[in-house]
């Protein structure tokens, strides 16, 4: 994003007024965070005292003052990771780096964060890295994961993305099985979610084979629509904090049997999908 | 005009006026904290809370943001108010113990104790210095930072705002503060919490042009001495 994308244009009064937050997303989507500077510039162009935008900047979580690291570590600090040990494990990431929650260690590789829901309560704790799910952490593999990701994540996992074979999901909210075997796609049953569009609501059924993205919905979906999962079972909508590496739309969480989970993008037609096994092997 | 009930008694008030402006127009007292007038409603202390509505259907609301309605039924003074008062009161006293304002509106209720852990806040949250700042003085120079528990009044970044006059309005409004405003120090003697530190009336020298809204100035006076 370049500078005339992120500066109001003074024919549009209206986006003077309500554009902070976007404009404050845009700046740190080309920065990873909020520099000093380019907040003064934002309180220039949309006629605000600096201190409404700087209220703007501190009160939401996604918004960060300071240089964020190279990984993003989220800990899960939400009830069912709370109560299944995720401050231990916040604690433990935080002596491997030598940083506290917030902070960036000081070669800017990692930062770390403590979120209240990852949405994947099934699995906790969860650890989250660079939007790849890291369900049931155990202290002592903490260090280990670590030092993975510091190894490249990105190589390990492109190996068994090219790898056709059938996934057993369930959902991550309720971990109720989203596998109908009285429907076939490729062979395979299929994945069975409820899905919401455009004040559409019905069924659809994916391809539970990995790459091969075959769907079949109840009404049709026009191509480029993001579209709301919801687990046929608790009805609770399949949502994650991880945005699509291809388009930016949000993931869709859903657990593998066996351990792990597997996120697809939930636009129609975006190929954007990734596997994270958490080191279980698929025979 | 709207026709409302206060206490029992009618009374005609223009539209758009609050309860609050329409209950202390009729003489009934109505405790705040958090509102002034010449600054926008607010309702952040809840003190002025009034009883709309008839059992059992009533409900609370701050008075200071509630505009009037026709038919209203207010109760300024019912007994489910004076409690919902006095338990927020024994909160205020609670986060912010030393200031002479909550200590004087809490013996005027008789409160003589307070429930709940003892904490020693410099603020409350009432905004009035944020208010007072960008209302009155245009300025804007301080606002609300963060949110939940680590929400702090103050300046960008923690550093010296380059829009503030330092006018001293935020001291001179804030009821929290009242210790340090009146403290034996000049250094002291301002408050400083929102990082424009620089003690305007101590070193008033250096601003010949200086506003200052401080009257008398607790600090100017222990210098003269």
Excluded: W
């Amino acid at each position: 994003m370049n500078h005339q994308e992120t500066s109001i244009s003074r024919a549009e009064p209206d986006r003077v007024k309500t554009g902070v937050i976007q404009l404050l997303e845009a700046i740190q989507a080309k920065h990873g965070y909020l520099p000093k500077e380019e907040l003064y510039r934002v309180a220039r162009e949309t006629n605000k005292p600096l201190v409404d935008i700087y209220g703007v900047a501190t009160f939401y979580r996604a918004f960060s003052l300071v240089p964020r690291g190279r990984h993003l570590i989220s800990v899960c600090l939400g009830t069912a990771c709370h109560v299944r040990g995720g401050p231990t494990v916040a604690k433990e990431v935080e002596k491997i780096l030598g940083i506290k929650a917030g902070q960036t260690t000081e070669d800017r590789e990692f930062s770390l964060e403590t979120v209240n829901c990852l949405g994947a309560c099934a699995l906790g704790p969860v650890m989250v890295i660079d939007g790849h799910y890291y369900p049931k952490v155990q202290i002592a593999r903490v260090g280990e994961i670590i030092e993975a990701v510091k190894l490249g994540q990105k190589e390990r996992l492109v190996e068994t993305d090219q790898r056709l074979f059938p996934l057993e999901v369930s959902c991550s909210r309720c971990n109720h099985s989203l596998m109908d075997s009285r429907h076939a796609i490729d062979g395979h049953p299929v994945i069975r979610v409820t899905v919401a569009f455009d004040n559409k609501h019905g069924r659809m059924v994916l391809s539970s084979v990995y790459g091969s993205y075959k769907v079949e919905s109840e009404h049709p979906i026009p191509e480029d629509t993001v579209v709301n999962f919801f687990c046929p079972h608790c009805h609770a909508e399949m949502i994650g904090g991880a945005k699509c590496g291809e388009c930016g739309a949000s993931m869709v969480p859903m657990i593998v049997r066996g351990g792990g989970i597997v996120q697809i993008c939930s636009r129609k037609g975006c190929k954007g999908h990734m596997l994270d096994l958490g080191g279980v092997v698929i025979d | 005009m709207i026709t409302l009930h206060i206490n029992g008694l009618k009374v005609q008030v223009e539209e758009g006026t609050t309860v609050l402006e329409a209950a202390r127009f009729l003489g009934f007292p109505i405790p705040t904290l958090c509102h002034m007038e010449g600054l926008s409603p607010y309702g952040a202390c809840r003190l002025c809370v009034v009883e709309i509505g008839q059992e059992p259907n009533s409900r609370l609301v701050s008075s200071c943001t509630f505009p009037v309605e026709e038919g209203l039924h207010v109760r300024t003074a019912s007994r489910r108010v004076m409690r919902a008062r006095k338990m927020i009161l024994e909160l205020l006293l609670a986060s912010c113990p030393q200031s002479k304002v909550i200590q004087d509106l809490a013996s005027e209720f008789h409160i003589t104790q307070q429930r709940f852990r003892q904490e020693y806040e410099d603020c409350i949250m009432c905004g009035l210095c944020v208010r007072m700042c960008k209302e009155q003085m245009m300025s804007g120079a301080i606002g609300f930072r963060g949110r939940g528990q680590k929400r702090s009044i103050g300046t960008p970044f923690d550093i010296t705002s380059d829009v503030c006059r330092q006018c001293g309005g935020c001291i001179y409004v804030c009821p929290a503060c009242m210790l340090r405003c009146t403290y034996t120090e000049p250094e002291k003697a301002i408050c400083g919490g929102c990082a424009n530190i620089s003690i305007p009336c101590y070193v008033k020298d250096q601003f010949k042009d200086m506003m200052c809204y401080m009257d008398p100035c607790v600090a100017c006076e222990i210098k003269k001495d």
